[in-house]
């Protein structure tokens, strides 16, 4: 199993609704390649967890970068993991307040190889309501 982390902003704000229609795709495509994880948005900052076999993560990341909707697509964490952090979610999505969003990343801004702590941090975030 394998897990890349990664931020970036987007080109144009999307606003929540226009977001879940990407949804829909995008979690079909996850599925059929059997990638899970979570898409955190807040006015145009996006941090993506992919899991999944390595090579159609590292193929699906790279689809990502290329894609023009993004840029500064930064990686934080690329690497073998012993189980899946969000199996059961092929994208969970969640609006984050600009204030969350700061607190996800201050771990890595002071020690990159935080990246269990924001992981973990990012599980208790999402077990809160409302998801989507």
Request: charged fraction near 15%; hydrophobic fraction near 45%.
């Amino acid at each position: 199993m394998h897990h890349l982390v990664y931020t970036s902003t987007a080109t144009i704000l999307l606003t929540e609704t226009e977001l879940l229609q990407l949804l829909g795709p995008w979690r079909a495509t996850n599925a059929r390649l059997g990638v899970t994880g979570v898409l955190l948005y807040s006015e145009g900052q996006v941090m993506q967890v992919l899991e999944g076999e390595a090579p159609v993560v590292h193929h699906l990341f790279a689809a990502i970068a290329g894609d023009a909707r993004h840029r500064s697509v930064t990686k934080l964490a690329d690497g073998p993991v012993d189980g899946r952090a969000f199996a059961d979610w092929s994208m969970r999505f969640r609006t984050v307040p600009p204030a969350d969003f700061t607190q996800f990343m201050r771990p890595l801004t002071s020690a990159p190889e935080a990246i269990s702590h924001l992981l973990t941090l990012i599980q208790v975030f999402m077990a809160q309501e409302p998801l989507v």
